[in-house]
């Protein structure tokens, strides 16, 4: 629709269109708080790849829908089940650093879930089973 302005010149009236929606962006904050995991994570996932985002001046953005299967992703893999290097240090003599190697190695199958990590049962079970004599 246009129309004209006191000066003669033509005043358009810009209409949004019912098919568009405007895309929402979260900061990292957002993010972080919504998903429940630290804003250093998040920004390591981000630096890895893991969570598409924007990087504009000195700032991050995500995009609301992206963040939404972040945070589903997320916990998803946050609940992992099994025994911490601690708790395997109870049953069996041996130090945390061999426990480390062990999974390093790949010898003791384990997830890593924020900083530590966490050695299936079922892993747990088939390892000592392996090292049975």
């Known amino acids: 629709m246009t129309g004209k302005t006191r000066n003669g010149r033509n005043k358009v009236k810009v209409s949004q269109d019912a098919g568009h929606q405007e895309k929402e962006?979260?900061?990292l904050k957002e993010v972080s708080a919504m998903s429940g995991i630290?804003?250093?994570?998040v920004k390591r996932d981000i630096e890895r790849g893991v969570l598409p985002a924007y990087h504009i001046g000195r700032?991050?953005?995500v995009e609301r829908d992206a963040a939404a299967l972040y945070e589903k992703t997320q916990q998803r893999g946050g609940k992992a089940e099994?025994?911490?290097?601690?708790q395997i240090m109870e049953k069996l003599?041996?130090?945390y650093a061999?426990?480390?190697e062990l999974i390093k190695?790949?010898?003791l199958p384990a997830v890593k879930v924020g900083r530590q990590?966490?050695?299936p049962y079922e892993a747990f079970d088939a390892f000592m089973a392996e090292n049975k004599i």
Not at 38 to 41: F, Q
Not at 82 to 86: S, V
């Open 25 to 27: 962006y979260l900061s």
């Open 38 to 41: 630290g804003y250093g994570a």
């Open 59 to 61: 700032k991050y953005f």
């Open 82 to 86: 099994g025994y911490t290097i601690r």
């Open 93 to 95: 003599p041996l130090s």
């Open 98 to 100: 061999f426990l480390v």
């Open 105 to 107: 190695t790949k010898k």
């Open 117 to 119: 990590y966490i050695i």
